[in-house]
């Protein structure tokens, strides 16, 4: 059997991500994911991959915990993360330490903080590098940091005492420590006033290593924040503000190989009227020039930059139209050439040179892989290289579909059929998460080739509110008007339909996240499914806006139900379930805090209160993970899930009897 037709072998395919690149343009390092013994969870190791693609990848690193957080020196030492075991210590701690492995030799801690240390950056000259922790309030040095630690270990103290907005993030609490910016293996403390200001925040070390430039948010009345860009002297632990605007939040900092410039992101969150808007800024460090907006044509949606080495180029990653594409911008002249676009190009790196940008290449139907572009090549075909995973062969073909909305937009997505099929086979309609998202890469998480090798049909639409489409197509939708999503939706599903291949009459519906929302509301607005499975699905849209870890968001675009009553009783999905007659699989992790369990604890009651038969005969049923958040990471629970969810669709869609997955 093939890893896609079996569930056990699926988990256990090593995943690639990360990707740099030594300071010298010989070793690219690359981490790999495969389960523990137990398939409780991914573990990490760090493997090098030949850049010119004449030797076989390798592994560096081993050990049960795993590594992670590559980064290079200056010197060739490679910088990780690891909680495994120091030898040169009786310390039973297992917070993260970090290791630098020398170019020849053996690995050594040569840094260690009670909260951890996180997300190594190393300047370009020198051997400074900086890295992130967590100290409790109050901490004013490392050995405080540990007394407290102590302290609320032994006496069973959970407690967190929050001043401010946000409280959560995704599947953690902050708090009750709030990140620092340490430097050198003293690791001096370049931000004790920080408070919460470093959450979440991405940064860069200037060559010289004399500056961090970094993300700091400020809060702002009414729980509402704002993302500035900070430089930090080092030496003196001075900060002062290189982009701070109304309305705008600034992150995610690239500096330049000279010094003197910094790209980032520039981000508007809309509010009702407005759309969301992303795109990239440069500044320059020393504040001797204005802020300068790159216009970023070909309907790119960035996600990433690189710098050349000469500063005067930089590279851009992002989707394009139900792909990806890396475009090369030179910042002298605007102009703008497309190296790739025919799939999604992650972890740019781009070598001393500047005739090569590294990548990891993802597309619908192969996972993460390294590859080489020319730097100065255009749509250019790129170069594999030598990977540590295996690859895949898939059961199936996949295939651009177009169609015709009502509005006359032209709707694209993608089209999974089975390989050697004999009949028409039953379909699965995916709605993605986001919504700011497109369908343009592999997912481990909900992989469509799962259900081909067992028959299905699978359509991943990009509908309204998707990326790589230009603005015009989020604001089609906005604000996130779940009626114009589903015009789009089942446009491509109707043309999809009419092929002889795909039996109309067996469908069903999936989503997750944003997804699982529109799963919720069409269900309440269609019977044409057999089947409806909702993940992390938002419920009811007065609830979700106040209890979600993004609640200043969700109140800043959507208002109350007072401000917009027509908005909220067109698009909250509760309002309709009087008229749900489909069966739903529901399933939520208890530590998602992004659309939080209790939208799923709610819609469960309603279904469940709401069914007038026997409660034998309840069609629906609910898979809850308590110790999952807003995706399911652990490699076991992750093939009980999708056991559980072909179950129900073979229960519902294929009229098989309902097996009861085995939850041990």
Known sequence: MTPFEDLAQFI??????????????????????????????????????????????????????????????ADGSLLFTSSRPDPDSADDDDSALLWSLPPTGEAEVIARSPGGCNSPVAAGAGNVFAITTDRLPGADSAEDDQRRRGERKDRKIGAMLHEGFPIRYWDHELGPGFPRILIGTELRDVTPDAGASLLNAGYDLTPDGRTVITDWQVALRHGQHQGTLQAIDVGTGQRRTIAAEDGASHGRPVISPDGRLVAAFRETEGDYETPWTLNVVIHTIDGTAAARSLEIGDDLSPNEVAWAPDSATLYVAGDRHGRGAVIAIDLAGAIQRRLVADAAYSNLCVSPDGRYVYALRSSMDAPNAPARLDADGIDQQPLPLPSPAPELTVPGTVRDVTATAPDGATVRGWLYTPADAVEA????????????????????????????????????????????????????????????????????????????????????????????????????????????????????????????????????????????????????????????????????????????????????????????????????????????????????????????????????????????????
């Open 12 to 73: 256990a395919v090593p995943r690639l991500d990360g990707l740099c690149l030594s300071p010298d343009g010989t070793r690219l390092i690359t981490s790999v994911q495969r389960p523990d013994p137990a398939g409780a969870k991914y573990v990490r190791a760090l493997w090098e991959i030949d850049p010119t693609g004449d030797r076989p990848a390798h592994r560096v690193t081993r050990s049960a915990t795993g590594e992670s957080s590559p980064a290079f020196r």
């Open 425 to 664: 086979s039953p379909l699965q309609l995916w709605i993605h998460g986001g919504p700011f998202a497109s369908y343009n890469s592999w997912s481990w998480r909900w992989c469509p080739w799962l259900a081909v090798a067992r028959g299905w049909s699978v359509l991943l639409p990009d509908p309204a509110l998707s990326t790589g489409y230009g603005p015009d197509w989020i604001a089609r939708a906005w604000p996130h008007r779940a009626a114009t999503v589903w015009s789009d939706v089942e446009a491509l599903l109707d043309e999809v339909c009419t092929r002889p291949e795909i039996d109309a009459n067996r469908t069903a519906c999936l989503g997750a996240s944003f997804g699982g929302y529109m799963t919720n509301w069409l269900a309440g607005h269609t019977d044409r499914f057999s089947a409806i499975v909702t993940h992390s699905g938002l419920w009811a849209a007065d609830q979700q806006h106040t209890t979600t870890d993004a609640a200043y968001w969700k109140s800043g675009l959507f208002g109350t139900p007072a401000d917009h009553p027509d908005w909220y009783a067109e698009n909250s999905p509760h309002h309709f379930i009087d008229n749900i007659t489909t069966p739903m699989l529901i399933t939520h992790g208890n530590r998602d805090y992004r659309v939080p369990y209790s939208e799923s604890l709610r819609l469960w009651w309603d279904l469940v209160s709401h069914f007038d038969g026997d409660p034998a005969d309840l069609p629906h049923r609910f898979l809850q993970l308590p110790s999952e958040n807003h995706w399911v990471l652990s490699p076991s629970q992750s093939q009980l899930w999708n056991e559980t969810v072909f179950a129900f669709l073979d229960w519902h869609v294929l009229g098989e009897k309902w097996r009861r997955p085995e939850l041990s």
